[in-house]
């Protein structure tokens, strides 16, 4: 496992930071763009409100494989007469799933109206904000302001924008000079992101649910990730100083990763949409905090592990892993938690998932754990190894 982890899995902190820092300046210029165009339309429309904010495994340092793939969200500003009033989505829908209702401070009136049916679908006789208008006009902004930014950085890298429908566009990075000492191909996941306050935003869910199922237009998704970096941060300050617990959820993402090439379809898609990588670090979130922090020093490293994978397949018997943020009052008190997230309903990530599903990944989980060396041996090849498309 130790080889493994270094040899495959592990990210050279040297090639991630110089990664980190050309995403940042490249971002940066094309929200800058982004702003200045978005400024001219008046108060009525979307803007952007300038700034970005950097999310995911790449930023949590336990990214695995290769620094080329980065999420940053986007924060949009509203018009300013206008206020988000998200609340949970009644019916059948994906799990954890918004609405985002809106208020006019002075009451909805004639001057509204533009914005509305711009950006909004009526639910219940209420206008409510659309995730799939906001993403499409993300689209074509940032794709309007490409031109601006190419121009600018010509000299270090070629830009480029792409977007699937119901997908946040990618922006493609390749450096062209020796302005990175590494030289590779960068993709940037541009999230527009709808500012709750307290460092909570709504990003759109994606087109399909679990079971393929179209999700309507007007749902949202809950982003906490600034309270998850947060808890990493407190974990860290906490726990051993040779802490192997993100080395844990490196290996396990790993092991999934191989396991997939021995899967066939649907079960491979399956596979890969339970055991998402929110969802094992959600796990070990709960798992963490279970038991004493000095029991995951690095030389209990196989004990930890294993651990992990018997609290996912106690869960997936269940069926039960909840959300670690929405409505949990385990929390350390050190991780201020906002308002809105503790009072929020409990939300279980499996409910979405069938019971056979559920009860045949727990078994394949097991089976991979028990057969890892088999496993990464077989599957270690350079045939296996080129990148997985992220769900």
């Known amino acids: 496992l130790e080889r493994f982890h ?31 165009q978005g400024l001219q339309p008046g108060p009525l429309a979307l803007s952007l409100r300038g700034d970005f904010v950097r999310i995911g495994s790449a930023y949590e340092q336990h990214k695995v494989r290769s620094p080329d793939c980065f999420d940053i969200l986007v924060p949009l500003r509203l018009p300013p007469h206008l206020e988000p009033q998200p609340r949970r989505a009644d019916g059948p829908g994906p799990c954890g799933a ?38 499409r006009w993300f689209q074509g902004h940032l794709q309007r302001c490409l031109g601006a ?27 062209c000079s020796d302005y990175v000492c590494c030289h590779i191909s960068m993709a940037v996941r541009l999230i527009p ?33 600034r309270q998850e970096q947060r808890l990493l941060g407190w974990l860290k300050e906490q726990a051993p100083a040779a802490s192997c617990h ?20 649907p079960f491979c898609s399956q596979w890969g949409r339970v055991l998402s990588s929110y969802l094992l670090k959600t796990a070990l979130f709960s798992l963490l905090l279970q038991g004493p922090l000095e029991a995951w020093d690095e030389r209990f490293l196989v004990e ?27 929390v350390p ?15 279980n990530l499996l409910s979405a998932f069938d019971g056979p599903t559920l009860d045949l990944v727990a078994f394949q ?20 190894l080129r990148p997985v498309p992220a769900p």
């Open 246 to 265: 993100l080395k844990c959820l490196q290996i396990l993402k790993g092991l999934r990763d191989l396991r997939r090439h021995g899967l066939e379809e």
């Open 149 to 175: 930014v190419r121009y600018r950085l010509q000299e270090r890298c070629r830009v480029s924008l792409s977007a699937c429908p119901g997908q946040p566009p990618t922006l493609h990075i390749l450096p």
């Open 193 to 225: 992101a709808v500012p709750l306050g307290d460092a909570l935003y709504l990003t759109a869910l994606p087109p399909e649910g679990p079971h393929g199922s179209p999700a309507p237009e007007a749902l949202w998704g809950l982003n906490a990730s």
């Open 333 to 347: 008190e050190a991780v201020a938690l906002p308002r809105f997230l503790k009072e929020a309903a409990p939300v």
């Open 365 to 384: 989980l097991i089976s991979t754990w028990i057969q890892a060396p088999h496993i990464i041996r077989m599957y270690s090849s350079p045939r296996y």
């Open 304 to 330: 930890r592990l294993e651990d992990l994978v018997l609290y996912l397949r106690d869960c997936l018997r269940k069926q039960v892993l909840m959300d670690f943020f929405l409505g949990n009052s385990s």
């Open 6 to 36: 270094a040899r495959q899995l592990r990210v050279s902190p040297h090639v991630l930071g110089h990664s980190k820092a050309h995403v940042g300046r490249v971002v940066a210029e094309l929200v800058r763009a982004a702003k200045a």
């Open 98 to 135: 918004f609405v985002c209702g809106l208020r006019a401070r002075d009451g909805w009136t004639r001057r509204c109206r533009p914005f509305a049916e711009g950006f909004c679908v009526e639910l219940q006789g209420r206008s409510h904000l659309s995730s799939g208008l906001v993403l």
